[in-house]
């Protein structure tokens, strides 16, 4: 509706999302990984762990954002997501045994 109005352009729009958006990321990675990191005994880089999630949740949202693009509606974005995500969940090496990770 903006946009057909011409009140602001894409690039505004991206802009100020990402202002939002960013910050609010960069918190729920920082306290997630404030509690997890002690009650699950993680070792290694804090700092490290924070970032992936940091990614994570960025790439989350930019993939939500093309789906909501792409579609015409809510429901057929409902519809779409999984063919999406399922994919790269099934992908990611959540499904692989122990055994078939190697040791180094």
């Not at 995500?85 to 122990?98: C, D, E, H, K």
Request: with cysteine; aromatic share 12%; hydrophobic share 55%.
């Amino acid at each position: 509706r903006e946009y057909a109005s011409n009140t602001y352009g894409i690039a505004a729009f991206l802009a100020s999302k990402m202002i939002v958006e960013l910050p609010m990321i960069a918190l729920q990675a920082v306290l997630q990984w404030l509690i997890a990191y002690r009650v699950i005994g993680t070792h290694g880089n804090f700092g490290i762990h924070v970032i992936g999630s940091f990614m994570i949740g960025v790439m989350s949202a930019s993939q939500a954002l093309f789906t909501a693009c792409v579609t015409k509606d809510a429901k057929q974005a409902v519809e779409v997501a999984p063919a999406l995500f399922v994919p790269q969940l099934a992908f990611a090496g959540f499904f692989i045994r122990i055994q078939q990770i190697p040791s180094w």
